[in-house]
């Protein structure tokens, strides 16, 4: 397998989404948007627009690709048009952490600093149905009819995304958590105490397994197809395998 890596952005890259099988973005610190495909081995910058403050999160429906902002700001652009600005929206009061959606949804998700989870209907780019947390979160997962959300304050929060009702929570760590991500049969997530966990789905989670506590604050992890990947903030990265 060959790798190729090159400087890509001009500071810190918060997030990148697939497009399709050689298509994909990302989006950084340094406030840029950016399309890259991948053509025989090669990586090529097909287009970038440049945002008014660093850019956290970005996501594509293959149509649009929405990105979020720390100056507050939800931000939709024409996938097929060399990322376009559409519109521009002010659903947050703060830095707007992440984003979601199902595909084929007319509905998007959006948690912000503020403790406000917004449900955002496409067909108007209008907020339709709002909830504000106890904490804020930063990190959602959308799958199947359920929405979870980790809150600053330690709380994985499993919701109805139809109405943004609180079905339960759960109690996972003092420090907060950082990512949490909705799968067939479990329901993971990692805390800003050092630990990945890993819990039962339903309405009544219970702990099915844990980590040791890392050397170093574990800051992504992605799960497939019965493989692990974590990557930590000393950049290290685990892989575990069923």
Not at 172 to 199: A, P, Y
């Amino acid at each position: 397998m060959n790798f190729l890596k090159l400087i890509s952005m001009q500071g810190w890259i918060w997030s990148v989404c697939r497009a399709d099988t050689d298509m994909f973005y990302s989006c950084a610190w340094d406030r840029y948007v950016k399309q890259w495909r991948i053509v025989d081995g090669h990586l090529n910058a097909l287009c970038d627009v440049q945002m008014n403050s660093a850019v956290l999160c970005i996501i594509n429906d293959g149509t649009t690709a929405v990105c979020s902002t720390f100056g507050r700001r939800v931000v939709v652009m024409d996938a097929r048009n060399s990322l376009q600005k559409i519109t521009d929206m002010l659903y947050h009061r703060s830095a707007v952490f992440d984003l979601v959606q199902m595909p084929g949804s007319n509905y998007l998700y959006s948690c912000g600093e503020d403790r406000r989870l917004a449900c955002v209907d496409k067909r108007m780019w209008e907020v339709v149905t709002d909830l504000e947390l106890e904490a804020y979160s930063q990190t959602m997962s959308l799958r199947q009819g359920q929405l979870l959300c980790g809150t600053n304050d330690g709380k994985m929060l499993s919701i109805n995304p139809n109405d943004l009702t609180v079905i339960s929570e759960v109690f996972v760590g003092k420090g907060g958590l950082r990512q949490v991500k909705l799968n067939t049969g479990s329901q993971m997530c990692i805390t800003k105490d050092r630990l990945f966990k890993v819990f039962t789905p339903g309405l009544s989670p219970s702990l099915f397994a844990e980590s040791e506590m890392f050397d170093a604050e574990p800051s992504r992890f992605d799960y497939y197809d019965d493989d692990l990947a974590i990557a930590c903030g000393d950049g290290s990265i685990f892989f575990y395998a069923a």
